[in-house]
T-cell receptor, first 116, second 113 residues
Framework: AQSVTQPDIHITVSEGASLELRCNYS??????LFWYVQSPGQGLQLLLK??????LVQGIKGFEAEFKRSQSSFNLRKPSVHWSDAAEYFC??????????????FGSGTRLQVQP | EPEVTQTPSHQVTQMGQEVILRCVPI?????FYWYRQILGQKVEFLVS????????KSEIFDDQFSVERPDGSNFTLKIRSTKLEDSAMYFC???????????FGPGTRLTVL
């Protein structure tokens, strides 16, 4: 079965600093990859997704992620963090159309705190 | 901007009682999903629904759970006899096409006493 690992449970960065959140997946083929953000009391909002093509994808709110097949990774980055970025971030995978499966498998999340 | 809505935002129930969680997906979406998140744990897939039938379900989605699209707008999750371990945040999601972005609702927090 596929799995998603987010090794960092909690990260604290200073406002204006750069950010990288790690995500690794375990699956034989290239899955569809997503990053979602969850603010307190809110639902999950999609930041970006990777299906195929250019391995560096741009998302909303200034986020980007890079797919590295050799490392089975899909790390999320932002060059300069804003205080409003404090939230929980989830990496998720879907196996793809050819499997007939549409369910998202989520990582355990990384809670981001931003210091002033 | 269209959004997925869920009601109620918080439901408290006694163990053994039936609960129905309601969702209104985005109007032109065809694929519907339920996920849950037990406090402090991962978001877990429960079930997906398309063309008025379940297209995929997880091991969590046992006989105590059922889903229904009773009319053209609502999508419901019923838990027949709630257990303490059903306490969680339940998220509804919808997508226009399979594997397109799934839009999530704000969730219903279910507390089973």
């Amino acid at each position: 079965a596929q799995s998603v690992t987010q090794p960092d449970i909690h990260i604290t960065v200073s406002e204006g600093a750069s950010l990288e959140l790690r995500c690794n997946y375990s699956y034989g083929a290239t899955p569809y990859l997503f990053w979602y953000v969850q603010s307190p009391g809110q639902g999950l909002q999609l930041l970006l997704k990777y299906f195929s093509g250019d391995t560096l994808v741009q998302g909303i709110k200034g986020f980007e992620a890079e797919f590295k097949r050799s490392q089975s990774s899909f790390n999320l980055r932002k060059p300069s963090v804003h205080w409003s970025d404090a939230a929980e971030y989830f990496c998720a995978v879907a196996l793809g159309m050819d499997t007939g499966r549409r369910a998202l498998t989520f990582g355990s999340g990384t809670r981001l705190q931003v210091q002033p | 901007e269209p959004e997925v809505t869920q009601t109620p935002s918080h439901q408290v129930t006694q163990m053994g009682q039936e609960v129905i969680l309601r969702c209104v997906p985005i109007s032109n979406h065809l694929y519907f999903y339920w996920y849950r998140q037990i406090l402090g744990q991962k978001v877990e897939f429960l079930v997906s629904f398309y063309n008025n039938e379940i297209s995929e379900k997880s091991e969590i989605f046992d006989d105590q759970f059922s889903v229904e699209r009773p009319d053209g707008s609502n999508f419901t999750l019923k838990i027949r006899s709630t257990k303490l371990e059903d306490s969680a945040m339940y998220f509804c999601a919808s997508s226009e096409l399979p594997l397109n972005e799934q839009f999530f609702g704000p969730g219903t927090r279910l507390t089973v006493l």
